[in-house]
């Protein structure tokens, strides 16, 4: 069983800097949940609804960090020179003509 190779120069050093920016995103829920954030923003909901302040929280305290995770990754795919294509492209590009499709 063969797996395409990464488009990259260096595959060993990205997953490795991906790697890194992963265990920072881990260290920023911990850093939130150390720093009170969490619980903070539990205590605005009733105590019957704790489970589901918890997650508000969570997904609002997680935002900036993902957002860093983002411009972090592309960030590092620039460096290494990562070649692909990002899902949103096809959304936010002008479609790409095929050069035999050319008039």
């Known amino acids: 069983m063969s ?7 260096h595959p060993r050093l990205y997953l490795l800097a991906t790697a890194i920016g992963f265990i ?4 920023w829920f911990y850093a939130g949940r150390e720093l009170g954030i969490l619980q903070w ?5 009733p105590a019957s609804h ?6 508000v ?8 960090g993902f957002l860093l995770w983002k411009l972090y990754n592309r960030w590092i795919e620039a460096r ?3 070649k692909g294509r990002y899902l949103e492209d096809d959304v936010y590009l002008p479609p790409k003509q095929d050069k035999k499709n050319r008039s």
């Open 80 to 82: 290494l020179q990562v």
């Open 57 to 64: 929280a969570i997904m609002l305290m997680m935002t900036p």
């Open 50 to 55: 704790a489970g589901a302040g918890l997650m």
């Open 3 to 9: 797996q395409k190779p990464l488009d990259t120069p």
């Open 24 to 27: 920072g995103l881990i260290l």
């Open 41 to 45: 923003m539990v205590d605005f909901f």
